[in-house]
């Protein structure tokens, strides 16, 4: 099964590695579970709170595109 990483961080606060711990789990996952990564979605320092995200846009028209069947994020917040 295609799969897409979703990966984000809120705050300046933050830094890039936990983007990069959000993708590895979630690359563990999905080979745990047989899957196939197809694509992967970061969004840094951006609130998860608005949908118009330039990324999570694009990734709504892979979706839809049928380029992959589900999204795998480390947390449904992400």
């Not at 799969?3 to 830094?15: E, F, I, P, Q």
């Not at 936990?18 to 979605?41: F, P, Y």
Request: charge should be negative; aromatic fraction near 4%.
């Amino acid at each position: 099964m295609k799969v897409a990483l979703g990966a984000r961080y809120s705050t300046d606060n933050h830094r890039d590695a936990s983007i990069e711990d959000q993708l590895q789990l979630c690359c563990l996952r999905a080979e745990k579970q047989g899957w196939t990564v197809v694509d992967s979605n970061t969004h840094r320092a951006i609130c998860g709170a608005s949908l118009l995200r330039p990324g999570l846009q694009e990734l709504i028209s892979d979706a839809m595109q049928g380029k992959f069947l589900i999204v795998l994020a480390e947390a449904m917040d992400r």
